[in-house]
């Protein structure tokens, strides 16, 4: 199992990913390759205890900033980090690929390398955001801002191979985000997109709200990337903000230990995606991985394990072979509609 890492990608840039890389090659996770800066992956790389690990260095020129715009990246920078890591997986000398970097710049890198699969317009970024629902699966997460019904369908056949597959939910219930729980309510992507989810052969159970999100109502919780970014960062920020508060409102009445512990647990709560360091970009022809810039060495190892488990269990196939079902049973139900 190889997995090419985007050693320039993250927040804190090469120490950090190559940190948490040589972690989990220590963890026997995979064989990493470290596509960036030869020089500067190489300084990093002789601060660890490196010599004996399944470690190989593929050199690049340069990254794509998430101020750029990833199509114009891809054109202007052919050499940068995550287009070298991810050709490494179209040419088959890799299984997989992460990056901490910019998510525009992962997805197009994808799309144009790898190709989506059939059937899928776009793909979608995905995954549990709310600690008390951790084997929930919100789509999209922010690739797509603008979805019509019938992606939203695509989203939900995705969560469902991502469940099924990844989390072993046999028969995992599809909701859409929507203003209210009865039937009717919403806009009219949500209107239409429920006559086509009826229709889809999928275990779809109807509308969910915001409330609905922290019980675990459904499985698979479909909205379009504006909606679904904003959600997950809300979750985050008050993650983020409730710690500080509690923690800092009680710095005089407990110990500091204690307090330090229940910081830890609160981020633990809104942030489930910590434990899975990356998810998959959903609807790929390959597998390639993205994560928060912000991500530590623990999170980009559990990346890297991530990864490798999508190959274990042929998470590509899974999903042709769903979505092709899905297909199916639109197609014979709408016969006069493409």
Request: with cysteine.
């Given at each position: 199992m190889?997995v090419?890492?985007?050693?320039m990608?993250?927040?804190?840039?090469?120490s950090?990913?190559?940190?948490g890389?040589?972690?989990?090659?220590?963890q026997?996770?995979a064989n990493i390759?470290?596509?960036g800066?030869?020089d500067v992956?190489?300084?990093?790389?002789?601060?660890?205890?490196?010599?004996s690990?399944?470690i190989?260095?593929?050199?690049?020129?340069g990254k794509?900033?998430?101020?750029?715009?990833?199509?114009?990246g891809?054109?202007q920078?052919?050499k940068?980090?995550?287009?070298?890591?991810?050709h490494?997986v179209?040419?088959g000398k890799?299984d997989?690929?992460?990056?901490m970097?910019s998510t525009?710049?992962t997805m197009a890198?994808?799309?144009?390398l790898?190709?989506?699969i059939?059937?899928?317009?776009?793909p979608a970024?995905?995954g549990?955001?709310v600690?008390s629902?951790?084997?929930?699966?919100?789509l999209d997460?922010?690739s797509?801002?603008?979805?019509?019904?019938q992606?939203?369908?695509?989203f939900g056949?995705l969560g469902?191979?991502f469940?099924?597959?990844?989390?072993k939910?046999?028969?995992p219930?599809i909701?859409?985000?929507?203003v209210g729980?009865e039937?009717?309510?919403g806009n009219?992507q949500?209107?239409?997109?429920?006559?086509?989810?009826k229709?889809?052969?999928l275990?779809?159970?109807?509308?969910?709200e915001g409330?609905d999100?922290?019980?675990?109502?459904a499985?698979?919780?479909?909205c379009?990337?504006f909606?679904g970014n904003?959600?997950?960062?809300?979750?985050?920020?008050?993650?983020?903000e409730?710690s500080k508060y509690?923690t800092?409102?009680m710095k005089?009445?407990i110990?500091?230990?204690i307090?330090?512990?229940?910081s830890?647990e609160?981020?633990k709560?809104?942030n489930?995606?910590?434990?899975?360091?990356?998810?998959?970009?959903?609807?790929v022809?390959?597998?390639?991985l993205?994560?928060?810039g912000?991500s530590k060495q623990n999170e980009?190892a559990?990346?890297?394990?991530?990864a490798k488990?999508a190959?274990?269990v042929?998470?590509?196939n899974q999903?042709q072979k769903?979505?092709?079902?899905?297909?199916?049973t639109?197609?014979?139900?709408?016969p006069d509609?493409r």
């Amino acid at each position: 199992m190889t997995v090419a890492i985007d050693a320039m990608g993250g927040d804190d840039g090469p120490s950090t990913i190559v940190e948490g890389s040589v972690l989990a090659a220590k963890q026997g996770k995979a064989n990493i390759i470290h596509v960036g800066d030869q020089d500067v992956v190489e300084t990093e790389l002789s601060k660890h205890e490196s010599e004996s690990l399944p470690i190989t260095i593929v050199p690049s020129n340069g990254k794509i900033e998430d101020t750029e715009a990833p199509a114009l990246g891809l054109r202007q920078k052919p050499k940068a980090s995550i287009v070298v890591a991810t050709h490494l997986v179209k040419s088959g000398k890799a299984d997989a690929v992460v990056s901490m970097g910019s998510t525009g710049a992962t997805m197009a890198s994808a799309v144009v390398l790898l190709g989506t699969i059939h059937g899928i317009d776009r793909p979608a970024i995905g995954g549990p955001i709310v600690g008390s629902a951790p084997n929930q699966v919100i789509l999209d997460l922010g690739s797509n801002l603008d979805c019509r019904p019938q992606q939203l369908v695509g989203f939900g056949v995705l969560g469902s191979v991502f469940s099924k597959v990844l989390l072993k939910i046999s028969d995992p219930k599809i909701g859409l985000l929507s203003v209210g729980s009865e039937e009717g309510k919403g806009n009219t992507q949500i209107k239409e997109a429920t006559e086509l989810f009826k229709k889809s052969g999928l275990n779809f159970i109807g509308n969910v709200e915001g409330n609905d999100l922290v019980t675990g109502k459904a499985d698979i919780v479909v909205c379009d990337g504006f909606v679904g970014n904003i959600v997950m960062k809300l979750t985050e920020g008050l993650g983020s903000e409730i710690s500080k508060y509690l923690t800092e409102s009680m710095k005089e009445t407990i110990d500091s230990d204690i307090a330090a512990a229940l910081s830890r647990e609160i981020f633990k709560v809104t942030n489930p995606a910590a434990a899975y360091g990356a998810g998959p970009l959903l609807g790929v022809n390959g597998i390639s991985l993205v994560g928060h810039g912000r991500s530590k060495q623990n999170e980009i190892a559990g990346a890297i394990a991530t990864a490798k488990r999508a190959v274990e269990v042929d998470f590509i196939n899974q999903i042709q072979k769903r979505l092709s079902k899905t297909l199916s049973t639109l197609t014979e139900n709408e016969p006069d509609e493409r």
